[in-house]
């Protein structure tokens, strides 16, 4: 769920930021069935945040019901919950005699400093951290704001109905994965990627609201060119961190479809959607994928 803008939060798993299912009544959720030899791997499209009290849709609600195992970009029962502030004290900061200002230069650092005050966020408290960091700080900010929860998102949802349940949880990555891709790039892609999440934050309910509509109606076509829209300008990162991680995945969902037990697998939305998508590598394999209504 690496995600701290609305299209990779949609596409990712990271700091489990993303959309609101605000829409009331029912909606055909992105959910699909993989058959294997044996079994069926349900593949679920994710929005890893949601408001209070929203409910899972019934096609996810269904494909739970059928799987005795969850799969999810991570483990969230395992986590620390320290892990994420643990990592970016040990790789998130500046080395001494850097800031923020300096990596970014002072035109894009009078551009953040207007849309930190915005939220009221100090700018000099992050100074030291690198631009992955403060983007992901920022975008944090950004969907409390707008009253999103994480604790009320897919995961978390399906996490505690999983414990209570007694089913097995398992993670296709580890937050260190995931929080790697951001930290491994470079200090001038980084603060492209902070570009990104800055200027994401001027239409944020506008672009919410038709990203939302696109999901919520199983929109496929338009709900992939909202959430790739900002890409256009930065394909290097929708290589790194989408579709790069997409083929990662395929070796490990074709050893579930091996096995003998149901599963259900879920990810962020984007992740599915396109030519680049797990539903289109699957199919290119040979499995038959078909949606669940």
């Known amino acids: 769920m690496i995600g701290w803008r609305r299209r990779p939060l ?66 969230l029962s395992s986590l620390d919950p320290d892990a994420g502030q ?46 992955w960091t403060v983007a992901i700080t920022l975008t944090q900010l950004e969907y409390a704001h707008a009253g999103l929860d994480p604790d009320s998102g897919v995961e978390r949802q399906l996490e505690r109905r999983a414990e209570a349940d007694h089913k097995p949880i398992h993670g296709l990555e580890t ?40 999901w919520s109606t199983g929109d496929e076509r338009t709900l992939e060119r909202l959430l790739r829209a900002d890409y256009d300008e930065f394909p290097e990162l929708f290589q790194r961190l989408v579709t790069d991680r997409n083929r990662r995945w395929i070796p490990e969902l074709a050893a579930l479809l091996r096995g003998d037990r149901n599963q259900l697998v879920v990810v962020g939305a984007l992740h599915l959607v396109g030519q680049d998508g797990v539903v289109a590598l ?5 499995y038959t994928v078909r949606a669940l209504d």
């Open 10 to 75: 949609l596409g990712t798993a990271l700091v489990t930021l993303a959309l609101s299912l605000a829409s009331a009544g029912g909606f055909a959720a992105n959910v699909w069935s993989v058959q294997g030899a044996h079994n069926i791997v349900y593949l679920a499209g994710s929005v890893h945040l949601l408001r209070p009290g929203e409910a899972l849709p019934p096609a996810l609600d269904r494909a739970y019901t059928d799987s005795p195992e969850l799969v999810m970009e991570i483990d």
């Open 175 to 214: 937050l260190e994965d995931q929080l790697g891709l951001l930290h491994g790039m470079s200090y001038e892609d980084q603060a492209r990627f902070l570009d990104l999440s800055s200027e994401e934050g001027e239409d944020l309910d506008t672009e919410t609201t038709e990203i939302l509509k696109a």
């Open 282 to 286: 699957l199919r290119a394999q040979g």
């Open 86 to 131: 643990n990592y970016v004290l040990a790789h998130g900061m500046l080395p001494s005699g850097q800031t923020l200002r300096g990596i970014i230069g002072e035109a894009r650092y009078a551009r953040l400093q207007s849309h930190a005050a915005q939220l009221g966020l100090p700018l000099a408290g992050l100074d030291a951290l690198e631009p």
